[in-house]
């Protein structure tokens, strides 16, 4: 089914507490080995909206010690809130300009209990229409639907009396429905973008967890894209893998790579250096080492990012074991 301009507000929906409407677009400043993100999920049927933003680089991975961090916190949802258009009190502001082409973003840290002393000012800008992902199977998180769609984040980051110039690719994704947090498998989420081509893709393990080695393992992609020539090609079950190819002693990722055949016979190696790392536990079941990542493909050089992202008990016991 085709993404249109009415998928980037909210979507009919049954009476359901657990209904989702959650939106991320990233911003990273390569030169500094800076990442973040603007984040934000509302449950419209329960009446709350829960959004914020991070950014991190190589002098903090949690967040409470990383640049910035402001998420998690419910705020109570206004009555005018649509999907890419609301504030809430924490100071995240977000309005959408052009449907499925252009959004703002304000943020205004205003005390201790928010980002206080950090200010964002961005506008994202995409030059094609999103990729439909459809409904991925072994991955319920996302519920009814979901897109992805690359574009270009401008604009600036202030950090205390430190201001950043952000001028940089950028994914950005929507998903709406029952949202379903926990039973959902290890894998990655990986992107790039790049002035030859680009590509998103996510995959799975298909082993238990009781039977999974983690090391060595290369993982199922499920869903994703191959954007080349000005052209789409699905990546889909059975086209492809992901394989984190070195972890360091404690487990987080060093390098991936990504091997697939796209919709269109087109064949895709990617090769990626973390250049940064998150260590994010944004939901209670999930753990996910969320990293800039530096690719390599087709005879280019490109930035985007890599998700490892885990149940919780499951990267616990695996932690444990390399003790």
């Known amino acids: 089914m085709a993404v249109s301009t009415s998928d980037d507000y909210f979507h009919k929906r049954p009476d359901h507490p657990y209904w ?25 049927s ?4 829960v959004g914020g933003i991070c950014a991190w680089d190589n002098t903090g991975s949690e967040n409470y010690d990383c640049l910035c961090y402001d998420w998690g916190e419910p705020y109570p949802m206004k009555p005018d809130t649509n999907m890419f258009d609301f504030e809430i009190d924490n100071g995240l502001k977000v309005n959408i300009i052009e449907p499925l082409k252009s959004y703002k973003f304000g943020y205004h840290g205003a005390n201790a209990y928010t980002a206080g002393g950090c200010e964002l000012d961005l506008t994202f800008t995409a030059p094609m229409l999103p990729h439909d992902a459809g409904m991925p199977g072994g991955l319920d998180e996302w519920g009814k639907g979901h897109y992805d769609q690359s574009g270009r984040m401008k604009g600036t980051l202030q950090l205390g009396k430190e201001r950043i110039e952000i001028d940089c690719v950028s994914q950005r994704d929507h998903s709406w ?9 290890r894998g990655q989420m990986i992107w790039a973008i790049g002035e030859k081509s680009s590509f998103h893709a996510l995959a799975v393990s298909r082993l238990p967890m009781d039977k999974d080695p ?18 789409y090609g699905d990546i889909t079950l059975g086209s492809g893998t992901i394989k984190v190819v070195e972890r360091d002693p404690t487990g987080r990722p060093v390098r991936y790579l990504l091997e697939c055949t796209d919709s269109l016979g087109r064949k895709l190696e990617a090769e990626g250096r973390i250049k940064n790392m998150l260590n994010w536990q944004g939901y209670s079941w999930l753990m996910t080492y969320w990293s800039l990542v530096e690719w390599t493909f087709d005879g280019q050089t490109a930035y985007g990012e890599g998700q490892d992202y885990w149940p919780l008990q499951q990267s616990r016991r695996f932690m444990q074991s390399l003790r």
Request: aromatic content about 18%; hydrophobic content about 35%.
């Open 20 to 44: 989702n409407e959650s939106g991320w677009f990233s911003f990273m400043q390569e030169e500094r080995d800076l990442s973040g993100w603007i984040y934000f999920y509302h449950r419209p």
């Open 46 to 49: 329960i009446g709350y909206t």
């Open 177 to 185: 429905g029952v949202r379903k947090l926990n039973g959902n498998p």
């Open 214 to 231: 983690v090391i060595g393992t290369a993982e199922d992609v499920i869903i994703g894209y191959y954007l080349k020539d000005g052209l």
